[in-house]
């Protein structure tokens, strides 16, 4: 998958040809560069980086001063790349997009992990991604100290609030996600949402879900109704969920708290690469 990425987005930049490098560098001219950071926050996408380099032009040599999950200062050099100068100036853009945005995530991530330390409240990210590139943006989330929920459609039956209005209530929404599991021989857990306490309490009545998410709940809400979940139940907490209140949700003692901004309202880390004649 990250080949692919890798493969459309060079196809994409690239398209017939770097008219620009090809017009003035010479064919056998080598060169050097340097990846210089503008801003404070956690450095990502350094192993990405090497793979775009080393698949456009495997000759390229990349020295690394900095890697993944590092925390970086503005002025920092994060890693020097040489070879052929036009293939470091035909990747350049492609890698600093990716670092850049990875490490924004990444940035991003740290700080609110950071705001719920010490409970056992984990944070997971969302599908809310870029369409193409979730893989790359989600591999942000972790390396920011995060963790991913499921990657997709295909690997967890979740069921939502439109699922359950389609299904027709929420016991008929859970027994026919289990009919369907067991019918297809599937390996997938299924989480619920729920709306309210007369929503959850059809999924405990009905029982065979792995895990509730408590959909818009205040943190006062989730302590009144954490009592009546079962411990083998996973439970989340999701929804309108800022830096100002996560802590709050996180000492209620829910496993997991899911925030979409993780990777939809990221600012991305300002860094650039520049050639270099030392």
């Not at 967890?156 to 009919?179: F, S, W």
Request: proline share 2%; with cysteine.
């Amino acid at each position: 998958m990250i080949d692919e990425i890798i493969e459309n987005a060079l196809r994409e930049d690239i398209g017939d040809g770097d008219h620009s490098s090809l017009s003035c560098v010479p064919e056998n001219a080598i060169g050097k560069a340097k990846l210089i950071v503008k801003q404070n926050g956690i450095i990502a996408g350094m192993e990405l980086a090497e793979r775009i380099f080393k698949k456009f032009d495997p000759e390229l040599d990349m020295h690394f001063y900095k890697k993944d999950g590092d925390f970086v200062r503005s002025g920092d050099i994060a890693f020097v790349i040489s070879g052929r100068s036009r293939s470091i100036l035909s990747t350049e853009r492609l890698v600093l997009n990716f670092l850049q945005r990875m490490s924004g995530i990444a940035t991003k991530t740290a700080a609110i992990v950071e705001l719920i330390d010490g409970t056992n409240a984990k944070l997971l990210d969302t599908r809310k991604t870029t369409p193409g590139i979730r893989y790359i943006e989600k591999w942000a989330v972790r390396i920011g100290g995060a963790y991913n929920h499921r990657f997709a459609l295909y690997d967890m039956i979740m069921l939502k609030d439109n699922h359950i209005d389609y299904a027709g209530g929420v016991n008929a929404a859970i027994q026919k996600a289990n009919a369907y599991i067991k019918k297809h021989n599937k390996a997938l857990k299924i989480e619920v949402e729920v709306r309210n306490k007369r929503e959850l309490d059809e999924v405990l009545s009905t029982g065979n879900v792995d895990r509730i998410m408590l959909d818009n709940f205040t943190p006062q809400e989730i302590l009144d109704v954490l009592p009546s979940i079962p411990k083998s139940i996973e439970t989340e907490a999701s929804g309108g969920i800022t830096e100002q209140t996560i802590r709050a949700y996180a000492e209620t003692g829910v496993d997991f708290i899911s925030v979409g901004a993780l990777t939809h309202s990221f600012e991305s880390l300002d860094m650039s690469l520049k050639a270099t004649f030392e």
